[in-house]
């Protein structure tokens, strides 16, 4: 069955130090993996998407299908990151229900 | 685009009343979602349609929830009649096809009394 396990609830750093929010998942055939992100009390909204490849706000995430892993990463962060984050795959087998993960909830401290 | 739009923002009711919560997709978008959202339980997803048409419901909680589109820019989540455990915020998101980006809604945060 397909899975995304967020393993961390609560991920607290302090500005300017590195964050990782992990995510692994399963899935069989390619996966296609999205984060979301939810600023306080707003819509979630698409931060970035694995196929294309690029940076956003300072994050990137890498695919590693050896690891089954879609780690968002940011190498200084930044108050305004505080936020919850989601993984998620669009789609399971031949239907497009989606699975997220449980969320991270990322706080930056001053 | 205007984004998808729910209504209202915030509902408080009275347990055993029915509540209607209501979305507009994005123009275009064949799909649409409804989530529900709690400290507890995180974000599930409570069924979703392609072209208007129900393609799965099994998130749906109970009889009491149920969910209509009748055309392609307007769908209906309905819990008769509620209680207080379905006090949560309630998510309408769409996207272009369903392995594609979600657009989600501001949400409509539920508290039943």
């Known amino acids: 069955a397909q899975r995304v396990t967020q393993p961390e609830k609560l991920l607290s750093v302090f500005k300017g130090a590195p964050v990782e929010l992990k995510c692994n998942y399963s899935?069989?055939?390619?996966?296609?993996l999205f984060w979301y992100v939810q600023y306080s009390r707003q819509r979630l909204q698409l931060l970035l998407r694995?196929?294309s490849r690029e940076s956003i706000k300072g994050f990137t995430a890498d695919l590693n299908k050896g690891e089954t892993s879609f780690h968002l990463k940011k190498p200084f962060a930044q108050e305004e990151d505080s936020a919850m984050y989601y993984c998620?795959?669009?789609?399971?087998?031949?239907?497009?229900?989606?699975?997220f993960g449980r969320g991270t909830s990322l706080i930056v401290h001053p | 685009d205007a984004g998808v739009i729910q209504s209202p923002r915030h509902e408080v009711t009275e347990m055993g009343q029915e509540v209607t919560l209501r979305c507009k997709p994005i123009s275009g978008h064949d799909y649409l979602f409804w989530y529900r959202q709690t400290m507890m339980r995180g974000l599930e997803l409570l069924i979703y349609f392609n072209n208007n048409v129900p393609i799965d419901d099994s998130g749906m909680p109970e009889d009491r929830f149920s969910a209509k589109m009748p055309n392609a820019s307007f769908s209906t989540l309905k819990i008769q009649p509620s209680e207080p455990r379905d006090s949560a915020v309630y998510f309408c998101?769409?996207?272009?096809?369903?392995?594609?980006?979600?657009?989600f809604g501001d949400g409509t945060r539920l508290s039943i009394l």
């Open positions: 998620a795959l669009p789609s399971s087998g031949g239907s497009y229900i989606p699975t």
């Open positions: 694995h196929i």
């Open positions: 998101a769409s996207s272009p096809q369903g392995n594609q980006p979600q657009h």
């Open positions: 899935y069989s055939g390619s996966p296609e």
